[in-house]
């Protein structure tokens, strides 16, 4: 019972650490798309195109590792 603790703690402390990274990337990213393409109008539309890219990216890369723990799980049977 104490191992599983520990490892759901782990995954917790490690989801909440990529979370911490998740955002620093996110700060990251807008500067550097504020800094290549200054914008002082229309910057809401600019924010929902750069919310859609981010989104088609995080269900690509989703979508990759989903079928690759599956690759791996046939694999191991």
Same mark, same amino acid.
């Given at each position: 019972m104490q191992s599983e603790v520990?490892?759901?703690l782990?995954?917790?402390i490690g989801a909440?650490?990529?979370l911490v990274?998740?955002?620093a990337w996110n700060d990251a990213i807008k500067a550097l798309i504020e800094?290549?393409?200054p914008l002082q %109008? &229309?910057?809401l539309g600019a924010k929902?195109?750069?919310a859609v890219l981010i989104t088609l990216v995080v269900v690509f890369i989703t979508t990759y590792f989903v079928k690759l723990l599956k690759r791996e799980e046939e %694999? &191991?049977?």
């Open positions: 520990r490892q759901n782990a995954k917790y909440a650490f990529g990274a998740g955002l800094y290549l393409f %109008k &229309n910057e929902f195109v750069y %694999k &191991n049977n």
